[in-house]
């Protein structure tokens, strides 16, 4: 499938099947930590990159295989970049009775028309990192239209109008974002905000800058401690995978790794199948060349 990918387990979603509506790697930013890689194409200006029919055929042919918590608009780069995104978000709403959750990183949300295709979603999981205009260049390397004062007026009207559950993702990098005075005004601007949760992350999958350096727990938890009850570390998700109907092992996994590194371990709990025969099947794949394994921290990933 070209669109389509998944089911793969989320730390925040669950059993999540994603969508991918735009091709790789075109953003409105180029983050130091992206998963993805470095941003090809940068642009600001939304645009039908993917056939909406098209995605909308996939989606009905792998809901007849799969049952996944949420369907994930997400992808290979900004998916508020596609224009025709209300029209995948009315077709799970009107004709699945999946719920919706949007990933985005909201630099475009301050555009009325850009912000009303996404009004139906049930969650919407926007980035926003620091309360600091040099601090947001730095990290995000945004296109040359954008600006934290838009991103900031943007989250506000989305909290405004939005209905259903806003929870803001902060990637916190070490000797970007970490200071006190960092985090003093980070706190300040999300307060204005209001979403419902507050997730804190850092670097965890192999990120495409190595300035993008992960906190350590300890770091994390007194941060987390700062933002009171709504504020929480994205913790990673053990969780037996549900038996699902798929075209092949192979071609599923390399779903997985085409859209981002994984685990054995993140393999076996998404597809249900036992770590033995996921690793027999990850060292298969990287024979054939298909795929190759890359260590980050303690941890081996696996790559396209």
């Given amino acids: 499938m070209a669109y389509v990918f998944g089911p793969v387990l989320s730390r925040r979603l669950g059993l999540?099947?994603?969508v991918d509506l735009t091709p790789p790697k075109t953003c409105t930013y180029d983050?130091?930590?992206?998963?993805?890689?470095?941003?090809?194409?940068?642009?600001?200006?939304?645009?039908?990159?993917?056939?909406?029919?098209?995605?909308?055929?996939?989606?009905?042919?792998?809901?007849?295989?799969?049952?996944?918590?949420?369907?994930?608009?997400s992808g290979s780069g900004e998916p508020t970049l596609h224009s025709q995104i209300d029209q995948i978000i009315g077709y799970v709403k009107n004709r699945t009775g999946f719920k919706v959750a949007l990933l985005t990183n909201g630099s475009l949300l301050w555009r009325k028309e850009v912000m009303e295709r996404v009004l139906r979603a049930d969650l919407i999981?926007?980035?926003?990192?620091?309360?600091?205009?040099?601090?947001?260049?730095?990290?995000h390397n945004p296109h040359p239209d954008l600006t934290l004062e838009l991103l900031t007026k943007g989250l506000k009207s989305l909290r405004q109008a939005f209905r259903g559950e806003l929870m803001i993702e902060v990637m916190l990098l070490r000797g970007f974002n970490d200071r006190d005075e960092e985090i003093s005004a980070l706190r300040s601007a999300i307060g204005d905000i209001g979403p419902d949760r507050i997730q804190l992350n850092t670097v965890v999958r192999?990120?495409?800058?190595?300035?993008?350096?992960?906190l350590d727990r300890k770091t994390l938890e007194d941060i987390k401690n700062g933002f009171g009850p709504s504020g929480e570390i994205i913790a990673e998700v053990r969780r037996k995978?549900?038996?699902q109907r798929f075209?092949?092992?192979?071609?599923?996994?390399?779903?997985?790794?085409?859209?981002?590194?994984?685990?054995?371990?993140?393999?076996?709990?998404?597809?249900?199948?036992?770590l033995r025969r996921v690793n027999k099947l990850l060292r298969t794949l990287e024979k054939r060349g298909s795929i190759h394994s890359k260590e980050h921290g303690s941890e081996t990933y696996y790559v396209a």
């Fill in 16 to 18: 999540s099947l994603g």
């Fill in 31 to 73: 983050c130091l930590y992206c998963q993805v890689g470095r941003t090809t194409r940068i642009t600001a200006e939304p645009y039908p990159f993917v056939p909406a029919a098209e995605v909308i055929q996939e989606l009905e042919k792998k809901l007849r295989q799969v049952t996944p918590d949420f369907i994930t608009i």
């Fill in 125 to 139: 999981m926007p980035t926003f990192s620091t309360a600091i205009e040099e601090t947001y260049r730095a990290i």
């Fill in 206 to 214: 192999p990120p495409s800058d190595r300035r993008a350096v992960a």
């Fill in 241 to 243: 995978g549900r038996e």
């Fill in 247 to 274: 075209d092949t092992l192979f071609s599923q996994i390399l779903e997985m790794v085409k859209r981002r590194p994984v685990r054995a371990a993140d393999v076996s709990s998404a597809l249900g199948v036992s």
